[in-house]
């Protein structure tokens, strides 16, 4: 399971067809939009419960996140390092 911090106004696309887009929430709600195909079969998971299609247990189903190793971890903060440093000197680049 992916597990991302996202801002209003932000997407995430999904393959080549589905966007989805946060379109902001409050501290109980999310407010998002969902770009795709007709020929996609998208439900809420209330629905699927509504209408037997899943039970109470496996619409609230979700897979526990691993956690991130600290290789992974160290190589993440080299990449985002390497980023400010390169936007730091664009930034100075543009300032002279």
């Known amino acids: ?5 996202v801002k209003p106004g932000e997407y995430l696309m999904i393959g080549e067809d589905i966007k989805l887009v ?13 770009d795709a195909p ?3 079969n998208i439900a ?3 629905t699927l419960v509504k209408y037997g299609l899943a039970t109470e247990e496996e619409a609230g189903r979700h ?5 991130i190793s600290d ?3 160290a190589r993440i903060g080299a990449i985002l ?4 440093q390169k936007a730091g000197a ?7």
């Open 81 to 84: 390092m390497e980023e400010r």
């Open 90 to 96: 664009k930034t100075r680049q543009a300032a002279q």
């Open 22 to 34: 946060f379109a902001g929430g409050s501290a109980n709600n999310l407010h998002i939009l969902v």
């Open 38 to 40: 007709k020929s996609m």
């Open 71 to 73: 290789e992974a971890k």
């Open 1 to 5: 399971m992916l597990k991302l911090t």
């Open 63 to 67: 897979y526990k996140d691993r956690g």
């Open 44 to 46: 809420r998971s209330k």
